[in-house]
């Protein structure tokens, strides 16, 4: 169908909206989106910034009185919605943490950027991970 309005080629599974498909030759499949992550740390001026081991500070209390109010230059919406992109997409290991900081989008503080900084910063280190799709066939 539409094949007779549009050209249409298959072909083997590449980059697609944010993501990099790879399919391994044991026809697993390997979903990633370092180049979309790199582009994040780029966005937000955190190319040189100190990697860490976990994506959220578990001794930061994070409340809408914590901290000084934000400047409003800073584009707190874009970065979480970035991280929460890649947190749905291919890095659920980020996803408590963006959900934690994505509570705050109206009202945010110092405080409250710091803990989305630290997200990237988390990123850096492991922006080859991934989802690894295996297919395992059951027999019955």
């Avoid at 599974?13 to 582009?39: A, L």
């Avoid at 990697?51 to 000084?68: E, L, R």
């Avoid at 405080?111 to 066939?137: E, F, M, N």
Wanted: hydrophobic fraction near 40%; charge should be positive; charged fraction near 20%.
């Amino acid at each position: 169908m539409l094949q007779g309005k549009f050209k249409v080629t298959i072909d083997e599974p590449g980059n697609f909206v944010g993501m990099e498909i790879v399919q391994k030759e044991d026809g697993s499949i390997f979903v990633h989106q370092q180049s979309y992550i790199r582009k994040i740390i780029r966005r937000f001026g955190l190319e040189n910034s100190q990697t860490n081991n976990i994506p959220a500070d578990p001794s930061t209390a994070m409340s809408k009185k914590v901290g000084d109010k934000l400047n409003e230059n800073i584009s707190y919406r874009e970065a979480v919605g970035s991280l929460m992109f890649a947190a749905i997409v291919s890095r659920p290991d980020i996803a408590d943490a963006v959900g934690a900081v994505s509570r705050y989008l109206d009202g945010c503080t110092t405080t409250h950027w710091s803990a989305v900084k630290r997200i990237p910063k988390y990123l850096t280190g492991t922006s080859g991970y991934g989802i690894h799709l295996i297919l395992h066939v059951v027999h019955l």
